[in-house]
Structure formats: structure tokens, C-alpha cells
């Protein structure tokens, strides 16, 4: 098992590796631990072959975004950043225990397809979708704000912290705002959740990401993606409520110029929640230890 454990170079010795969470196209995500402070980190492997130039952009374009968000509440922080025996790049991120809104999508599927619904609160933090929209929209526009955009926003990399709070996470596809940079949006993103203007080759920016927000959490509060066509959301008695509509539909129009930026979804659903001292979120299930 240890001679799978891949050599980082110039991670602390502290920094001990526990075990893989999963890998994707392009990265291997483990879990490892801080053996002084007993803090769990994630470290991110990507891979870059000797003369991959355009691998090696993407490490510093990601580097760069993600050292800019270090102050942005509700976004995984970057920590450190190195190269392994084997030329793989690696990145030491927060850690998000409580699973993904991906996770939490599936097992509402799951449970939904039982012959007898589960008389207790699923494990998975369920959250209610305005008070995870505004969270997450005001993570987003404070992103926008520091010069950086996320370029590919999904239920995968909406996270949960082990309070429960959401966490927007994998800025590996997001590109600088300025700088000359924006050209660099010829990256992958997730069809199910893209703005249209993205499948015409347009490279990410504010608008598409506010698009990817705002359809993602569709999924969540309608459980189907939001390319299902609003006549089939309306058969199965899931119209949108004039709120939900109003910043939902707002978010989803398919002219960027014409959907509103993060901080205004963040500030009109935050003007109808109720005030919860001290939290920007809270759950519809209180979150419960795990063991």
C-alpha cells in the first residue's frame, strides 16, 4: 500500500497521506493529515509529463486563482503547492468532510426510489436551496470580486464543510479575470450546467458562472437538470414558486448580458430569508456527528 503513496516533494513531514478520495480526468484527490494538529487536508495530484506546457499552465493558472481566494469566506483555500518524485504537481487544500451536493443529489434519488420512505434525516446535509443559494452566490461574487471566476460549477464541487456549510470548491478550471488571461477558456466544463454561450465556444466568465450556479441548485430543488424542458417541470408539479422564479429564471436567461451578477441573486434571496445570527447558512435537518 505504501509504495502507491506517491513522493511529494517539499510537502512538510507533518503532512502524512491516509488515504485516496477519487480521481477524474485530469487529477487524483487523497486525504491526508497533519500529525501535529491532528487537521485533515486534501491534496490534490496532477499530472505533468516532462515539456507538458500546457499542463504546467494550468498548475499556475489554479495556483494563481486559488491563492487569490484565500480570503473569500465559502471557498476552499489553497495552503501549498509542489512537485512529486515523478514530476506530478500537487496542491494542499482544505479538506470538505461532509460529502458534495452531488452526494446529496444521489442519495435523495436512492431514497426517493424505496417502497417505503426512510423515517429519519438522510446522513448527507440537506440543505434548503435559498438558504445554499445565498451562500453560495455570495462566495461567488466575492470571487468575481478578488479577479477570479470558477469556469466550471456543478454538483460535484459544491462541498460541505464539517459544520455543514457549503464550500465552493475546484477552481482547477477557472481562469484570472484580466491580465490578458481571459484566453485562456478553452477548458472543459460540465454540459449538464454550462451556459449556453459556452457551448458556442465562449470562454467562462461572471455570467457563466452565475448560469452554472443557478442550474446546478435547479437539479437540487427540482431533482433534474435544468436542460429538462420547464414543461416537463411543470408536469410533475415542481413549478417554481414567484421567488424561486424570480431569481432562478433571472440567473437562467440565455443572453449573459441580460442575467443578473452574483452579489445581486446573493442580495435579493438574502433580503427574504430570515436573519440567523452569526451563520450565512442552515440546514432543514440539523447535521449529525459522524462517528
Known amino acids: 500500500m505504501n509504495a502507491d503513496r506517491p513522493q511529494l516533494i517539499g ?11 477519487g480521481s477524474g480526468s485530469s487529477c487524483t484527490v487523497w486525504r ?3 500529525t501535529h494538529s491532528g487537521r485533515d487536508f486534501a491534496i490534490k495530484l496532477l499530472p505533468i509529463r516532462a515539456g507538458d506546457a500546457l499542463a504546467a499552465e494550468r498548475l499556475q493558472r489554479e495556483a494563481r486563482a486559488l491563492s487569490r481566494l484565500s480570503q473569500v469566506e465559502g471557498a476552499i483555500s489553497l495552503h501549498q503547492v509542489g512537485v512529486a518524485s515523478d514530476g506530478t504537481a500537487w496542491l494542499l487544500l482544505d479538506f470538505a468532510p461532509g460529502g458534495s451536493l452531488r452526494d ?17 434525516p438522510p446522513a448527507a446535509p440537506v440543505p434548503r436551496t435559498p438558504d445554499l443559494a445565498a451562500s453560495l452566490f455570495l462566495t461567488l461574487a466575492e470571487a468575481h470580486s478578488a479577479g477570479v471566476i470558477h469556469g466550471d460549477i456543478s454538483p460535484a464541487n459544491i ?5 455543514g456549510q457549503p464550500l465552493l470548491a475546484d477552481f482547477g478550471m477557472a481562469s484570472l479575470l484580466g491580465g490578458g ?10 454540459p449538464a450546467y454550462a451556459a449556453p454561450e459556452r457551448f458556442r465556444g465562449a470562454p ?17 430543488e427540482f431533482s433534474q437538470p435544468y436542460g429538462i424542458s420547464l414543461a416537463e417541470v411543470r408536469s410533475n408539479d415542481a413549478e417554481p414558486t414567484a421567488t424561486q422564479r424570480q431569481w432562478m429564471m433571472g ?5 449573459p448580458t441580460e442575467r443578473p451578477d452574483a452579489q445581486m441573486v446573493a442580495d435579493s434571496l438574502n433580503s427574504r430569508l430570515p436573519r440567523h445570527k452569526g451563520n450565512r ?8 456527528d459522524v462517528e
Not at 181 to 190: D, H, M, P, S, Y
Not at 281 to 288: A, G, H, L, M, S
Request: glycine share 6%; hydrophobic share 50%.
Open 11 to 21: 510537502l512538510p513531514t507533518r503532512i502524512r497521506l491516509i488515504e485516496p478520495l
Open 32 to 34: 491526508a493529515r497533519d
Open 104 to 120: 446529496c443529489i444521489q442519495a435523495r434519488a436512492e431514497e426517493t426510489a424505496l417502497p417505503v420512505p426512510l423515517l429519519r
Open 159 to 163: 462541498l460541505f464543510g464539517e459544520s
Open 181 to 190: 488571461e481571459g484566453a485562456l477558456g478553452l477548458v472543459g466544463f460540465t
Open 204 to 220: 467562462p466568465d461572471r455570467a457563466s458562472d452565475v448560469f452554472a450556479l443557478a442550474a446546478t441548485l435547479w437539479h437540487w
Open 251 to 255: 440567473a437562467l436567461l440565455e443572453l
Open 281 to 288: 447558512w442552515r440546514w432543514k435537518y440539523p447535521r449529525r
